[in-house]
């Protein structure tokens, strides 16, 4: 019998050969850290071509997050194997 994870929330993890515990996500859990990565470089793009001064500085923190996040996730799944 193939068993493919729980079913519910309420159902306890399943523990695959070599892999973590897995558990179901909703919808706003896995997409909410993409949506706000999203966010913040739509914004920093609008500012750098707004402004200048403190707004060129938010612009490049903003612009910056996401390959912040995608080199911390790297890393993060480099140490975990």
Do not use: E
């Not at 403190?54 to 993060?76: E, F, H, K, Q, T």
């Amino acid at each position: 019998m193939i068993h493919f994870g729980p079913l519910s929330p309420d159902q306890p993890a399943t523990v695959r050969p070599g892999r973590r515990p897995t558990r179901r996500r909703s919808n706003a859990q896995v997409f909410a850290l993409p949506l706000l990565i999203g966010l913040a470089s739509l914004l920093g793009l609008v500012l750098g071509l707004t402004g200048d001064g403190l707004r060129d500085l938010a612009c490049w923190v903003l612009l910056g997050l996401a390959p912040l996040v995608i080199m911390a996730a790297l890393l993060r799944r480099r140490t975990q194997t």
